[in-house]
């Protein structure tokens, strides 16, 4: 299953929260992928710069070119990204690459991410022009056997390559910070995403608003939710509060399931998860 989080407004959480459900994910024995298609590279430097990174999983210095076994790496080391698996769909090549040769492992059990690039941006006319967009959708199917789960970050803008992810993806997670503004952001990207949804993928469900940084006591973010609750949004009664863990968590470059599995905000995010995820807990009970 593929999902992306999406929400044109920025800093709502998108990064954080693509890491840490994935992280959860892949903490809970599911096979999990990050793609970031957002060229400030945040969910990439997350998950992969690590200060004080334990050992890797695997051998990195095992030769790698036969092999289908992703590499773990550092950010700055890695040239097999987006940029280059969006790259061999405009160059002309003898072989192809699959897909799974442009993943790298993280340190963290059965978690693989494909690491954005800057160069993303230089890509995105040549992909635009020549008609792209549903490129990514099938890279993707390619990597249905490796991957339990898919989380695909995006960029605060509707773009070349967020569209392509929602293209791509089976369900649309929002995150939202509770906000007048962000109300008029939800408003505005629900009637784009129900164009795309019927001119692109009809199969795109979208999953839920997320409140992050939801503010328990304050009277206006509970007001905004019902009040989108109300118009018929769906937004999930997991929320998440506002704490500097999350931060700290970004700056060590490990996502809170291992960072500080007892903090009040992993809690809330593994609730999240579970809400989720319902369905296949509920399926492993029988
Ligand atoms: N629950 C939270 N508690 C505290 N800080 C948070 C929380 N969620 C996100 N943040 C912080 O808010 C900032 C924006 O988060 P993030 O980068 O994940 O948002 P984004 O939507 O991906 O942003 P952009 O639109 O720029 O890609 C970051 O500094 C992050 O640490
Ligand atoms: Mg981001």
Request: net charge negative; proline share 5%; aromatic share 6%.
């Given at each position: 299953m593929i999902?992306?989080?999406?929400?044109?407004?920025?800093?709502?959480?998108?990064?954080?929260?693509?890491?840490?459900?994935?992280a959860?994910?892949?903490a809970?024995?599911?096979?999990?992928?990050?793609?970031?298609?957002?060229?400030?590279?945040n969910?990439?430097?997350?998950?992969?710069?690590?200060?004080?990174s334990?050992?890797?999983r695997?051998?990195?210095?095992?030769?790698?070119?036969?092999?289908?076994e992703p590499?773990?790496?550092?950010?700055?080391?890695?040239?097999?990204?987006?940029?280059?698996?969006?790259?061999?769909?405009?160059?002309?090549?003898?072989?192809?690459?699959?897909?799974?040769e442009?993943?790298?492992?993280t340190?963290?059990?059965?978690?693989d991410?494909?690491?954005?690039?800057?160069e993303?941006?230089?890509?995105?006319?040549?992909?635009?022009?020549?008609?792209?967009?549903?490129?990514?959708?099938?890279?993707?199917?390619?990597?249905?056997?490796?991957?339990?789960?898919?989380y695909?970050?995006?960029?605060?803008?509707?773009?070349?390559?967020?569209?392509?992810?929602?293209?791509?993806?089976?369900?649309?997670?929002i995150?939202?910070?509770?906000?007048?503004?962000?109300?008029?952001?939800?408003?505005?990207?629900?009637?784009?995403?129900?164009?795309?949804?019927?001119?692109?993928?009809?199969a795109?469900?979208?999953?839920?608003?997320?409140?992050?940084?939801?503010?328990?006591?304050?009277?206006?973010?509970?007001?905004?939710i019902?009040?989108?609750?109300?118009?018929?949004?769906?937004?999930?009664?997991?929320k998440?509060?506002?704490?500097?863990?999350?931060?700290?968590?970004?700056?060590?470059h490990?996502?809170?399931i291992h960072?500080?599995?007892?903090?009040k905000?992993?809690?809330?995010l593994?609730?999240?998860?579970?809400?989720?995820?319902v369905?296949?807990l509920?399926?492993?009970?029988?």
């Amino acid at each position: 299953m593929i999902r992306v989080l999406f929400n044109k407004k920025g800093g709502v959480g998108k990064s954080s929260l693509t890491c840490n459900l994935a992280a959860i994910s892949a903490a809970k024995g599911l096979k999990t992928l990050v793609i970031d298609l957002d060229t400030q590279c945040n969910a990439s430097q997350y998950l992969l710069n690590r200060t004080n990174s334990p050992e890797p999983r695997k051998n990195s210095l095992e030769p790698q070119s036969n092999s289908l076994e992703p590499r773990i790496n550092s950010l700055d080391q890695i040239t097999d990204n987006m940029a280059a698996f969006y790259d061999q769909t405009i160059t002309f090549h003898i072989r192809k690459k699959p897909t799974i040769e442009f993943v790298s492992q993280t340190a963290f059990e059965n978690l693989d991410i494909i690491p954005s690039s800057p160069e993303l941006d230089q890509l995105h006319t040549k992909l635009e022009s020549r008609h792209k967009i549903y490129k990514l959708k099938e890279g993707l199917e390619q990597l249905k056997d490796h991957y339990d789960r898919i989380y695909i970050d995006t960029a605060p803008a509707l773009n070349f390559y967020s569209l392509s992810a929602l293209i791509a993806a089976d369900r649309c997670l929002i995150p939202m910070d509770c906000d007048e503004f962000s109300r008029q952001a939800i408003y505005n990207m629900m009637q784009h995403l129900a164009e795309i949804k019927e001119d692109h993928n009809p199969a795109l469900e979208i999953e839920g608003i997320i409140a992050n940084q939801f503010m328990a006591r304050a009277k206006v973010p509970l007001k905004i939710i019902n009040e989108l609750k109300s118009e018929g949004h769906k937004v999930l009664d997991s929320k998440l509060s506002s704490s500097v863990k999350m931060r700290e968590s970004h700056q060590v470059h490990t996502p809170l399931i291992h960072l500080a599995p007892k903090h009040k905000l992993t809690l809330e995010l593994v609730a999240l998860w579970q809400e989720i995820e319902v369905d296949f807990l509920t399926s492993l009970q029988y």
